[in-house]
């Protein structure tokens, strides 16, 4: 007797084509910057193992002076091993900041697929490398250097890319929460790479970063065999901001007078309309004109992208301190083991999430990207003083100010990267150009890595001061944040209190008409 047909398979039967490519880029894209952020966290998880507490293991062995170093590992066993620690962090950051303004060039020019994958396995490699020293025994700072730098340049290759094929894939159907939702990739990332290099960390720290190196490469692999770059290379429709821009062209009507709800109200937001997409099955396809990349100054002059792009740079910078230096201040100030820091360190990621949903669901009901920034992050500079001050009063304290602070400071960071990115991408001057999406995100990124690279060189500078002046330092960057959005948020009030006034406007006008006709 053969068995009926599984309810998965029945599922994936009912839906549309195009939904079922939508729906694989969405996820395989999704996985490939989870693999990203998986292989950057272990350097944060194995930072307090570098450098551990030596008198509270006992007895030096070994019966050397220093016996408060002796379990340290070289060349971090001195006292100056948060500049070291901070220089580690810059050697990436900085590499991935100078590398994400040129991936955004290449990314427009080169087969994503091949661009991407290549990227993810380079990634693997140098971070597999990384935690081979330990096997090595290698106690040489400059190995460890250039091994942060060529992994920061290689990681250059996800972003523009990944943002890129969703811009091939998907027109101006893009919604903050449906984007935000996309965006968890980046704390989920952290959480999974937190917990893998939690797992070894005492024990055998290069497999922290070893195994994530293997995990990427896994990634990079599976997407060279299944990722497709355009809906016409399996025969979908290409996404409907195309047709948009010739009518607008048209008929006068810019895109944003469109309603944006248009491409999602028959079968979700991971198909066009209906109707659309039978009419372009049933109608031959005409050769697309390859659209030209946007230059630099260009993108540049799109109204938001300098503002959001400075945003972001702060916004990026408090974001990217607590990824890299969030475990080693549990160890300092909780006195909790290395996977103990590494595991409570998750739940400022799973804030991320929440906050990442919670920003695009408030930016898609109001309109306001800008103020739903400008409003977290005004609430974030209070957080963060007070979980400085009492967050590690109590584990229960601790869980719950960690998960506050987390939504508030990445909720901004995870709008800015994809929806705002979205919207700036695809202004009615640029016609939906995937290519000029790749590169507004790759200039908007890039400024923001900026900030991603002086925010945990500045914590490795300071920290010997004391942690107060840390936080002191996170809540100015994000103040000064929330002050470079100041023009755009007014432009959206401004827009809001016309919108209400047209309305009120118009109640009178009906209300007077009624009146007449009485």
């Known amino acids: 007797m053969r068995a009926a047909l599984a309810p998965g398979v029945r599922l994936l039967r009912a839906l549309p084509r195009d939904s079922r490519y939508r729906g694989l880029t969405l996820v395989l894209t999704f996985l490939c910057y989870t693999s990203y952020h998986l292989s950057r966290k272990p350097i944060s998880i194995v930072k307090s193992q570098l450098h551990p507490n030596c008198s509270a293991l006992g007895p030096n062995p070994r019966n050397n002076s220093n016996s408060s170093t002796w379990c340290s590992w070289a060349p971090f066993d001195g006292d100056n091993y948060k500049e070291l620690f901070g220089a580690l962090d810059n050697a990436f950051l900085v590499a991935y900041a100078i590398g994400m303004f040129i991936s955004g060039i290449f990314g427009e020019r080169l087969p994503l697929r091949y661009y991407l994958s290549g990227g993810m396995v380079a990634s693997g490699l140098f971070t597999a490398l990384f935690g081979l020293g330990y096997f090595w025994d290698i106690h040489v700072l400059w190995y460890f250097i250039i091994m942060q730098v060529c992994n920061g340049l290689v990681q250059t290759t996800g972003w523009p890319s990944v943002v890129a094929c969703i811009g091939n894939w998907f027109g101006k159907g893009k919604r903050g929460l449906i984007m935000g939702i996309w965006n968890s990739h980046t704390s989920v990332g952290n959480i999974l790479g937190s917990l893998i290099a939690g797992v070894w960390v005492s024990s055998a720290w290069g497999l922290s970063f070893i195994v994530p190196g293997i995990i990427i490469t896994a990634m990079g692999i599976i997407c060279f065999f299944f990722l497709v770059e355009y809906p016409e290379d399996v025969g979908c429709s290409p996404p409907l901001h195309h047709m948009a821009s010739d009518e607008e062209d048209a008929g006068g009507v810019t895109s944003n007078e469109k309603d944006p709800e248009a491409v999602t109200s028959n079968e979700g937001p991971l198909s066009t309309l209906g109707q659309s997409s039978a009419d372009h099955s049933d109608s031959p396809k005409e050769p697309a004109e390859e659209p030209e990349a946007i230059s630099f100054l260009g993108a540049l002059r799109i109204p938001g992208v300098v503002e959001f792009s400075l945003c972001l740079l702060f916004a990026k910078l408090v974001s990217y301190t607590f990824l ?163 023009r755009v948020v007014v432009k959206e009030v401004r827009g809001w209190c016309g919108c209400i006034a047209r309305k009120r406007g118009s109640s009178v006008q009906l209300t007077e008409s009624v009146l007449d006709g009485k």
């Open 324 to 486: 890299y230096w969030l475990p080693l201040y549990i160890v300092n100030v909780a006195h909790f083991s290395a996977k103990e820091a590494g595991d409570l360190s998750t739940l400022f990621d799973v804030g991320g999430i929440l906050g990442g949903i919670f920003a695009g669901l408030i930016s898609d009901y109001t309109g306001g990207r800008a103020t739903t920034c400008c409003a977290m992050l005004v609430v974030a500079a209070p957080m963060l003083f007070l979980y400085n001050h009492v967050g590690q009063n109590g584990i229960g304290t601790s869980i719950a100010m960690l998960i506050i602070c987390g939504a508030l400071v990445n909720g901004p960071y995870a709008l800015i990267t994809t929806a705002v990115s979205a919207d700036l991408g695809t202004h009615e001057s640029l016609k939906g150009n995937a290519k000029a999406l790749s590169t507004v995100t790759a200039i908007i990124d890039g400024t923001g890595s900026i900030g991603a690279a002086l925010g945990p060189l500045l914590a490795g500078l300071i920290s010997p001061t004391g942690w107060n002046n840390v936080f002191y330092m996170l809540i100015a960057a994000d103040i000064l944040a929330c002050l470079l959005l100041t």
